[in-house]
């Protein structure tokens, strides 16, 4: 007996081609376009950033442009910084005073006549310093470098030593007052020693000059460019 029920037969080859082929066409060919597309690998150390670039030069004068001499830093150490100490120890036991060491901004080598122990402000600008100075070179992607201050606060028996050995060692130098540090311009360290890209001190040296000028210019500090003592001298004002 037949069904009374007539139903209609689905073809399903048009859906098919017109549909479902062209889909599975589509997604084939965008996973074979993926796992062909290689991979972006980033160069560790770019190449490309040292080819064609300006260099840093400063431009201007070291002598003239950093020449505040000893009596005008002095007296912004007599303001801003803290009585003189007898002794090494006494100065690790004076308020007011933050011990430095080297850090991600910038290197305390070892010291021989002075102590890493400055005024806060001191010790805030140094900080602000080596921060501008590695965000030049890391804004052109070149390699990095920290400055190294190469002397801190003096006590009254370093000053006596260094003037031992030194007789133009001033007796009322400014490192007496932890407001004074001298920061090196002939050397500089290098952060990733396993780069094999380098930039001269020379040139290292002119882009501090940049960095140092803009503080000086804000009233921030005051600076000497030390010919013998190959360093810049900078007083926090």
């Known amino acids: 007996m037949k069904n009374n029920d007539t139903r209609e037969r689905i073809y399903w080859r048009p859906y098919f081609t017109r549909y479902v082929l062209p889909l599975a066409v589509v997604v084939a060919l965008l996973s074979a376009w993926v796992s062909d597309e290689a991979p972006i690998v980033r160069e560790p150390y770019p190449m490309s950033a040292m080819e064609h670039r300006s260099t ?7 002598n003239r442009d950093f020449n505040d001499l000893n009596d005008i830093q002095l007296t912004a150490a007599l303001n801003k910084g803290v ?4 002794t090494r120890q006494e ?8 011990h430095i060491c080297t850090n ?16 806060e402000d001191m010790a805030d600008l140094l900080d602000e310093i ?83 000028r803009r503080f000086h210019d804000d009233g921030r500090v005051y600076i000497k460019h030390e010919r013998r003592q190959a360093c810049f001298h900078m007083t926090v004002r």
């Not at 009585?83 to 007898?86: D, G, L, Q, S, V």
């Open 56 to 62: 840093f030069r400063y431009q201007g004068s070291f």
């Open 83 to 86: 009585a003189p100490a007898r």
């Open 91 to 98: 100065m690790e036991r004076r308020k007011g005073m933050v």
């Open 104 to 119: 991600p901004n910038y290197v305390v080598e070892d010291l021989t006549h002075s102590v890493p122990y400055v005024v």
């Open 130 to 212: 080596g921060l501008a100075f590695i965000g030049e070179l890391a804004k052109d992607t070149l390699p990095l470098y920290r400055p190294i201050i190469t002397s801190v606060t003096r006590t009254e028996e370093d000053v006596k030593k260094l003037r031992r050995g030194n007789g133009n060692a001033s007796e009322n130098s400014t490192h007496q007052y932890g407001t004074t540090v001298d920061i090196s311009w002939r050397r500089f360290d290098k952060v990733d020693h396993l780069d094999p890209r380098s930039l001269s001190d020379e040139e290292l040296k002119h882009l501090l000059a940049i960095v140092l």
